[in-house]
Every structure is written in C-alpha cells, then in structure tokens.
C-alpha cells in the first residue's frame, strides 16, 4: 500500500505499508498468523494531535481446537510503533502494544453454551506503562438461541 500527501510539513508518505496473513485448517484445529508494518500520517481529530508514525509493526497470531462439546480458543497481538509531531524526527521511545485471550466453550445442551474466557492487555506510551490501556479481565458467561 503506498499513499502520498498533500502535506508540506510530514516527513513521509501519507502511508507506506504491507500485510500479510495465513491460516490453516487441519480437522479441528484452525492456526492463523498475520503481520503488517508501515509508516503513516496519522490526521489529527477533536481529541488528537496529526502525527508522524514510523515503523509501525504488528503480529497477531490465534488458534482454536474444538473438542466434542469443548471449543478453546487463544490469541495474541504484539505491536509497536513510534509516533511524533509532524516534521519532527522521532526521538522518543516506541509505544507498544501486548495482549493474550484465552476462552474455553463448552455446550451445556442444545442451545445453550457457556464461556470461560481471560484477556491481558498491555501497553506503553514511549517507554511509559499506560494503567488506561492496560490490565486484566475474567468473562463468564452463557449464549442461549432458540
């Protein structure tokens, strides 16, 4: 993906970036891994300032097994990138980005299954924890159709 801009103060492209992703199916288990990267201007809105962000990357990788009336799944994202104001060289540190979900499905009966699931989030905002973007989570829980 290539973007240019218009703008006579960013120091790149409007976006400069590639994708890619593969899964896989063998039976009951489904594997899938992703990864992009790039460099964007990010435009600025009522709440954000427009940044520069370079050598932005992320990898998300996920599977999930199903076992008679058991599902379990699990997931997990890594990214880092390092934003500044625009036309100004990037000398902080990376922001980062951490999570992992784990859930387990188990059908109760027709119709009915409920769901154990975990996430962890992490992040850092150059180089410092942000407590906003970060923390832990317990799901319990049932879906019911009929």
């Known amino acids: 993906m290539q973007a240019s801009t218009?703008?006579?103060?960013?120091?790149?492209?409007?976006?400069?970036?590639?994708a890619v992703a593969i899964s896989a199916v063998t039976g009951d288990l489904t594997v899938g891994v992703g990864y992009?990267?790039?460099?964007?201007?990010?435009?600025?809105?009522?709440?954000?300032?427009?940044?520069?962000?370079?050598?932005?990357?992320a990898m998300?990788?996920?599977?999930?097994?199903?076992?008679?009336?058991?599902?379990?799944a699990l997931g997990v994202v890594d990214g880092e990138a390092t934003d500044?104001?625009?036309?100004?060289?990037?000398?902080?540190?990376?922001?980062?980005?951490?999570?992992?979900?784990?859930?387990?499905d188990y059908v109760v009966a027709p119709g009915v299954t409920a769901t154990l699931g975990f996430s962890d989030h992490s992040t850092d905002e150059a180089g410092t924890t942000s407590t906003a973007g970060s923390g832990s989570a317990w799901y319990i829980g049932a879906n019911v159709t009929f």
Do not use: E, L, P, W
């Open 36 to 57: 992009a990267a790039g460099d964007f201007v990010r435009n600025g809105g009522s709440d954000r300032n427009a940044m520069d962000v370079d050598d932005a990357h």
């Open 6 to 18: 218009t703008s006579t103060s960013a120091n790149k492209d409007a976006a400069s970036g590639m």
């Open 84 to 104: 500044t104001t625009i036309g100004t060289a990037a000398t902080a540190s990376a922001d980062n980005y951490q999570s992992t979900a784990a859930s387990v």
């Open 60 to 72: 998300t990788a996920g599977m999930k097994y199903v076992s008679g009336d058991m599902t379990f």
